[in-house]
Structures are given as C-alpha cells and as structure tokens.
C-alpha cells in the first residue's frame, strides 16, 4: 500500500470517503448521509476487506467507515494491518451489544478515530446525524502511533506516594479512549479519588472501565449512585442516560442524576465539572482530547472556586477541540502534553513535597 495522503483538508476540497459494510442497505444509508453534507464525497464502497484493500489501493480515501464484522476478515484484523501498512483515519461501526463493546475498545486502541454504534431498527438516518461532523474531524486528525509502542505499563506503587484531601475530575472526547488507558496506567494503587466523563455509547462504557481496571493498579469501575469517592478508586460515567456528579460531604458521593442533554452530550464533562466545583479548592479538572466544547465551561468552574486545571496540549491531541477551547477561555492553568499530565496530577494530590512538577 502506498503512503497516505495528508490529512489537512483544503477548505474548498472535500472528505473522500470509502464506506465498507458487508450489508448494502447499510452502506446505502451510510453514503446517504455522508453524500447530504455537501463537502464529503462517497468516492466508493466495498463489502469486505478484500474489496476494502484493492478500493484503497485505487482510490486513496482520505476517511474510512469499516464495519466491525465483516465477512472473510474480521474487520479488527483488518484494521490492525491498514494502520500498520497504510495508517489512514478510520471510523468503525459497531452494533451497539455487550459482545461487540469488547471489540468497539480494542479497535480504538489500535488506531480507529472513533468508534460508533450501528442503530438497529428506528430511524437510520437519524441515528447516523452526527457521522459528517466526525468524518470531518477524522480527516483532520492527527494519526495514532502503532500499538506497540502504545502499550500501557501499569504503575503498582510509588515509593512513599501518599494522596492529599482532592478530587481529580478528567473529560475526554474523540481520542479519550486510549488518552485515558495512557494516563490510568501510570496511577498508583492509592491514586487520588477520581471521577471520569468519556464521551461514549451506553453499551460500551462498562467494557471500557473494565479494560481501564486491567491496565491499571488502581480500582476502576463504572460509577454507582452514593458510591463514596475514595483513595485508590477511579469511577468512569456510564454512557447514555445519566450524567455523573459529585457530591460534596464529609466524604464526597458519586450521583448519577437523569437530565437532558448538556453541551450535546449525556452524561456531560461539563455537568461533572460544575458539580465538581462546588467542592471548592481541593480538586484537580483534567480535559483531554476530543471534538465541541464540552468541559470548558465547568473547568473554568473549577479553576474560579480555586481548583487547579489541567489541559492536554495541541501537539498531543487526536482532536485539539475541547482542550482548545478550554484554553482559549482561560479555563486551563496548565497546558501539558499527555504523559506529563498524570506525573502532575500526582504532584498536585501528594500530601508530601516529594513529587517534582512536570515538565
């Protein structure tokens, strides 16, 4: 496979896209609403990876849909080989099921852009409304490295690390998935209580907090309404119908309350931070990666009561989007590329001066 093409979009040329989906009826509503967005073009389709490989080759797409199960080649086989031959953005479609979730998680890990659940029944058109914006974004992003040179180290203990009295909140987007298996690897088995909001499909987010828990020394779970925030704990919002707070007390509680939509998304960054704020000086925000603007309002939040905030850097970010913003606002103190952003959190929750700052 040849070299693929820059990822930098003119503004005047759109988004190539291959769609490869072994049902038809899915590819027709997948071009449908790609071709509806006026700047991407739908320039081919293919039914399996076979089809796939020689549709590249010939058309040099600057964006890929592929479906998780695929015939002939699992599409996680698949993509595992284009991002080591031909590294191009990919959007994976994935049926929103327990049993898919496992592999949703790992293509993420090797390299697709994002991950999307493929409606079944209802309106596909509909549940297919935000795939332009994310075509978009792919085709602007930056690449992930291999996966070798990705894997996770679990931390088990640091030498005298002794948390302090704070709350560590984290927002991520796009990109977040292996963003947070990057920073959650490196916490201690006492890291400080942390609470996450991804932005992630309803039957994914418990498989992802469990791949979190296997890279990790500390506990991590889904969230759990009145589950106490506790050294050594990190809890992961459940996607879908909740958004997740904090609650503040003698020891502060997880709440997972119904709402709309905020910011587009639910469960929020934004409605995690707010509520997070209100705990006042003793607490850490964190916003990585991802697309919108999700998180900045609510991390400014948590720097006004006197929190300290962290944001992920451009240089770092698949989508410089929601850190951007962030920063452009004033809500971030301090902008670090991502392995130096779980060393400071450290630092800032040590209840002792032995932990240098990041560089």
Known sequence: MNPSPSSDQQADQPVRVLVVDDSPTMRAVIGSCLRAAGDIQVVGEAGDPYEAREAIRRLSPDVITLDVEMPRMDGLDFLGRLMRLRPTPVIMISTLTFEAAEAAIRALELGAFECIGKPIGGDLIKAFADLPDLVRAAAKSKLRQAPEARKPVAVQEIPS????????????????????????????????????????????????????????????????????????????????????????????VCRLRAGDLHSGHRPSVDVLFQSVAKLGANTVGVILTGMGKDGAEGLGAIRAAGGHTIGQDEATSIVYGMPRVAFETGAVETQLPLPAIAPEILRLCAASGGIQRAG
């Open 161 to 252: 690390y002794r948390p302090n009295d704070n709350i560590v909140a984290i927002g991520s987007s796009t990109g977040g998935v292996e963003a947070l298996i990057q920073l959650i690897s490196t916490f201690p088995a006492n890291c400080p209580p942390t609470v996450i909001t991804q932005h992630i499909p309803a039957s994914f987010s418990w498989r992802f907090a469990m791949r979190l828990d296997q890279n990790s020394a500390a506990s991590v779970s889904e969230a759990v309404d009145g589950a106490p925030l506790l050294p050594g704990r990190v809890y992961l919002a459940p996607g879908g119908e909740y958004h997740l707070e904090v609650e503040k007390g003698p020891t502060p």
